[in-house]
């Protein structure tokens, strides 16, 4: 009878409190009962498409054309910032960044002394195919009205408003694009997909 005693304070020193129990989830629908008649699917209404075809991104180039595209872009990385003469020394020479070939009779850089730098020539020139294209390969065509815009090949070539034109008619210029589905280079209004 001791160890009876004894045993029970034990047991009840160990026994943890009793947590409120979860309620117990929800049994399934019996399988007896018949199945609900479907109701008739209401259909989405569908996206609309634009009416107009989307101006392309990229433009559609040979391989050849990619792959000078590329070596113009290596050939840009390795080619040397061409510094106008006395360009550090007065403002008006150096702050539009132009270029003119010197022409003193002692002019160091005329002769090409290595600490100089370096003279335009013609070795350092891309690929001709790839001149004036964009970097991603476009061709710019300078548009100013809406007639310029009738004789664009939009696999080739983007449009570039003029600097001249004012908003209002940009707009304009600029809705007329995306109706044609062009590629507009420099736009005011950039479409959501743009960045």
Request: hydrophobic letters at 30%; aromatic letters at 4%.
């Amino acid at each position: 009878m001791a160890e009876e005693e004894t045993s029970t304070p034990k047991a009840a020193a160990s026994e943890k409190p009793a947590t409120p129990k979860r309620p117990p989830r929800r049994a399934a629908a019996p399988a007896t009962e018949a199945p609900k008649a479907e109701e008739p699917k209401s259909e989405k209404p569908a996206a609309k498409k634009p009416a107009h075809p989307k101006a392309p991104r990229r433009p559609s180039l040979d391989p050849e054309e990619l792959r000078l595209l590329k070596v113009r872009e290596t050939l840009e990385n390795g080619r040397p910032k061409f510094v106008r003469t006395a360009s550090n020394r007065y403002w008006r020479i150096g702050r539009w960044a132009s270029w003119r070939r010197p022409r003193g009779q002692q002019s160091k850089q005329r002769r090409h002394y290595g600490y100089r730098p370096r003279i335009v020539r013609i070795g350092f020139g891309g690929p001709r195919a790839t001149r004036g294209l964009t970097p991603s390969g476009f061709r710019p065509i300078l548009v100013r009205t809406e007639e310029d815009l009738a004789h664009i090949d939009a696999t080739h070539e983007a449009v570039l408003i003029a600097r001249t034109v004012g908003t209002k008619r940009r707009l304009v210029l600029e809705e007329s694009c995306r109706r044609l589905g062009l590629h507009i280079l420099n736009p005011i209004v950039k479409e959501r997909g743009e960045s």
